[in-house]
């Protein structure tokens, strides 16, 4: 168990050192993932879950090259998709989810990715998280999407309390405490915090620029 920080301060406080560090070091940010139409990055964020961005980005040059819309994929079998992502987690499912999600904007959309929350929602493989980075990368919304590297660091850096034990508990706090117009950057910018230093097992306190003041609220914070 690594030792808390010393340093104390109120929540206000840690929220304005954090964001101004990320605004000043980071001031373009996006999603790492590669894409080339609104509905290529829905396929790569539903490709996404529990599978690493470099891992998508080795597998849909093709896939997009053999599907590049949802009207070719909706014609595809999932049998058929499954050969273009066999390497990524689950893909089974995926493939079923993505060729069902094609077919579904073909009919109801078409062939266009909706906006909204609630119609995202509505799409087969799409959760809450992958309806925010849609509508924040997609549509420049001010929302933020939890994801485990963003639920990890929120917790570590003391940003929310130990209460918020689920994804959206997060977002709400996160939401209330994030200035609107920092929101869509501060999920790119807690994501890549977690992807490359905050990191699961063994953090990079060292490398850390929070370190001083981090609290180091390790246990509940998904390991």
């Given at each position: 168990m690594l030792k808390p920080a010393t340093v104390k301060m109120k929540k206000k406080d840690r929220y304005k050192l954090v964001l101004e560090h990320f605004e000043k070091e980071m001031p373009s940010v996006t999603t790492e993932l590669e894409f080339g139409s609104v509905f290529q990055l829905l396929v790569s964020v539903i490709l996404s879950a529990q599978c690493t961005d470099k891992r998508v980005n080795m597998v849909t040059p093709l896939l997009f090259e053999r599907y590049p819309d949802a009207h070719t994929m909706a014609q595809a079998e999932p049998d058929e998709v499954y050969e273009y992502i066999r390497s990524v987690s689950y893909p089974n499912s995926k493939a079923r989810h993505l060729v069902e999600m094609s077919r579904m904007l073909m009919e109801k959309h078409d062939g266009e990715v909706p906006g909204s929350m609630n119609e995202l929602l509505k799409l087969p493989g799409v959760g809450r998280k992958t309806a925010n980075v849609v509508q924040a990368v997609a549509f420049g919304r001010s929302v933020i999407a939890v994801d485990t590297h963003v639920f990890r660091v929120s917790h570590r850096l003391g940003?929310?309390?130990?209460?918020?034990?689920?994804?959206?508990?997060v977002e709400k706090e996160l939401m209330k405490n994030i200035p609107f117009g920092q929101v869509a950057d501060a999920h790119h910018w807690l994501l890549l915090h977690g992807r490359y230093v905050c990191t699961s097992r063994v953090p990079h306190c060292d490398k850390c620029p929070f370190d001083a003041f981090c609290p180091k609220v390790m246990d509940g914070s998904k390991l």
């Open positions: 940003l929310v309390p130990k209460t918020c034990d689920t994804p959206l508990k």
